[in-house]
């Protein structure tokens, strides 16, 4: 159970999903389909975007609940969980203060997890106060229970990482909180960047990496 007795009930929880997307998606910090959200709810059910759909042109009927284990409590139409729900639940069953979780592709931060390199240089008070600092995680095939997997040893005393050549996850004691990290985690990358720390060079992801991403379009129904 949640340590937080004020926790959203779900018609809250669905408007703060529906929301804080939009902001994602007008702030450049996911395009088309990128990125999912999540929010705790009173019962400790957790309300998920759902898979394929951009974060800018979600509405509340898409949005799926499941419980801890991934089992789906409440959902409308055909709309499939995201496949990034086992991230979001790694989350939560690790950290019972934790209420919301943000997954996006912020360009920048996401920059620094293409080179796969730690946020650590306290040049910025801001982040420094709301994040700390912010490490990456090795890298996983996205989608996988690997992926989830990789941030655990991050989630105790870190409110954000960043997942190699993929993107940065960030967690909070409600929605807004996790969300804010986000903007946050971005600002700080790009003061990192403007104050001559560049995330170079990238890293390359290897052959067999390249293959085991590919093989993912199946589960994400992509065709080329």
Known sequence: MSDNKNLPNDREAREQIINIGKRMYEKNHCVANDGNISCRTADNGVWVTPSGVSKGFMTEDMLIKVDLDGNVLEKNGD???????KLHLKVYNERSDVNG???????????????????????????????????????????????????????????????????????????????????????????????GELPVPPHVLGEEEVQAVIERRKGYGIIL
């Open 101 to 195: 979780v943000v997954h996006a592709h912020p360009p920048t931060a996401t920059a620094f997890a293409c080179a796969r390199k730690d946020m650590n240089t306290p040049i910025v008070t801001e982040a420094l106060l709301n994040l700390g600092t912010v490490p990456c995680a090795p890298f996983a095939v996205p989608g996988t229970p690997e992926l989830a997997e990789t941030i655990v040893p991050y989630l105790k005393d870190h409110a954000a990482c960043l997942l190699a050549n993929h993107g940065a996850l960030t967690w909070g004691n409600s929605l807004l909180q996790a969300y804010y990290r986000l903007e946050t985690l971005e600002y700080y990358a790009t003061m990192l960047v403007i104050s």
């Open 79 to 85: 709309h499939k969980i995201s496949s990034e729900i």
